[in-house]
Structure formats: C-alpha cells, structure tokens
C-alpha cells in the first residue's frame, strides 16, 4: 500500500454523486480563531483535525496565532472532549506513533490512534468517546476541519455538527481543495 493514500476518501467520494449535501458543513468560518466558542450547548465532544485546522501543514504544534483560542477551547472542553483526529498522525502510516506522541505531547490533546482514515473512521471515533464516558450519541460530537470531503463528509456521514474551515492556517492551492471548494460553491447555487 501507498503511504499516505487515503482508501476510504477515494471510496467516500462515490458517496458524494448520490448525496452531494454530504460535504456541506453545519457551519463554516475562514479559520480557528473565527470559531464561536462555545459551540452549541448540545456538543459535548469535539473533534479536530491537524493540518491546516490549528496547526500549519506538516507541523505538530499549534499555530501561534491560534494559542489564545486553542487554550479557551481545551477550558471549554477538559479532559477527553477534545481529540485531535489526522490522517497522518496516528494512523497506521505513523510508524510507531511517534507523530501522535509528539502531537499529543505539544498540545496536551489526545490524539486518535486508528485503522481507517476520514472520513471512514468515525467507528472509532465514537468508540473512543462512549469508552471514555463523554458521550455515547454522535449529534453530541463536532468535528472541525478544513477539508470538505474527509472531516465535513465524515461528519456529516456519522450525524455529527460539521464545522468547516475554509481558509485554514494558509490558503490551499492544492487542486483538490479547489475542486472541494468548487464543489462546494455550485451546491450552494
């Protein structure tokens, strides 16, 4: 296999011709610090994705401009009701889980140690907060991320309160963040 392919974003995808609405997020601001904290009184459980989310791409620290609002959100939610979910870092693409451990250890947050990638790994998810007592329904759960079919579809797909980051740390010019967000524009004709 590939390291870094991502099997059940290429098999998701096919989800979106018969439903689109799947990448259409609960709600959507430009970057972290533009999240309205707290989120609605019904979450209880947050999921965040790494890259491009709090921590510029490939690093495993929190963007500086996002400390204040990353230190309000871990207040917001202690403990286990924060997880940091990467499709690098705790996956099985990281050897050892030393990205995990580094990522965990610089921002005091668990990191998700699963098989799947996003979307797919939203079995996980929910195991690991029924399992530490923070919720059992996945509506309690937000997930927040800046991409439209990985972290909004699996979202979405689960019944989860979709957050979507549409700038991130740095404007993506990768072309499939551009198809995503093309994507997203026609839907919302």
Request: charged share 20%; with cysteine; aromatic share 8%.
């Amino acid at each position: 296999m590939v390291v870094g392919f991502n099997l059940s974003a290429t098999l998701n995808v096919a989800r979106l011709f018969k439903d689109p609405k799947l990448c259409i997020p609960s709600i959507k601001y430009a970057n972290f610090n533009e999240i309205q904290l707290p989120l609605p009184s019904h979450i209880k459980a947050i999921v965040l994705d790494k890259d491009n989310c709090f921590a510029k791409p490939h690093d495993d620290k929190v963007w500086p401009e996002y400390q204040e609002q990353w230190d309000k959100l871990k207040q917001l939610y202690p403990g286990k009701k924060l997880l940091i979910v990467s499709n690098s870092a705790g996956t099985n693409d990281d050897i050892g889980h030393i990205q995990a451990k580094t990522l965990e250890k610089s921002t005091g947050v668990p990191v998700l140690l699963h098989s799947i990638k996003k979307p797919g790994c939203h079995v996980e998810i929910m195991a690991y907060f029924k399992k530490s007592k923070v919720c059992e329904d996945p509506s309690e759960v937000a997930v927040v991320g800046d991409r439209l079919f990985t972290d909004v579809v699996m979202a979405n797909t689960m019944g989860a309160y979709s957050v979507w980051l549409h700038e991130g740390v740095i404007k993506s010019s990768n072309p499939f963040v551009l198809l995503e967000q093309q994507v997203y524009n026609w839907l919302q004709r």
